[in-house]
């Protein structure tokens, strides 16, 4: 059993900086990349920022520049560190992790937090 557990969202106003946090739990072997994902009403869900294992990151060009991705490997824990937050970055932001439970996977498997809602007053 794994589980993903996100905290840090709420409410801010325009250019407000808010930091998420999500810790990995339970039967986890190893864990490749990190990452976390939005989704506002009536969107599809999309990608704000990944980490790999050795701490590559990626953002699209949205968030680039505002948005901070790390990861604390000891703790099996990602962050996100968002500044200068605008309206439109409202949404439920979902933590993912790719990871194996066992040494006998070849390959990790997708997990997701519950989400955690971000609102940003204009």
């Known amino acids: 059993q794994v589980q993903l557990v996100e905290s840090g969202g709420g409410l801010v106003q325009a250019g407000g900086s808010l930091t998420l946090s999500c810790a990995a739990s339970?039967?986890?072997?190893?864990?490749?990349?990190m990452g976390w994902y939005r989704q506002a009403p009536g969107l599809q869900r999309e990608l704000v920022a990944r980490?790999?294992?050795?701490?590559?990151?990626n953002y699209p060009d949205s968030v680039k520049g505002r948005f901070t991705i790390s990861r604390d490997n000891a703790k099996n824990t990602v962050y996100l560190q968002m500044n200068s937050l605008k309206p439109e970055d409202t949404a439920v932001y979902y933590c993912n992790a790719n990871l194996r439970t066992s040494i006998n996977l070849s390959r990790g498997r997708d997990y997701w937090g519950q989400g955690t809602q971000v609102t940003v007053s204009s």
């Open positions: 980490i790999t294992s050795g701490g590559s990151t």
């Open positions: 339970g039967s986890i072997f190893s864990i490749n990349a």
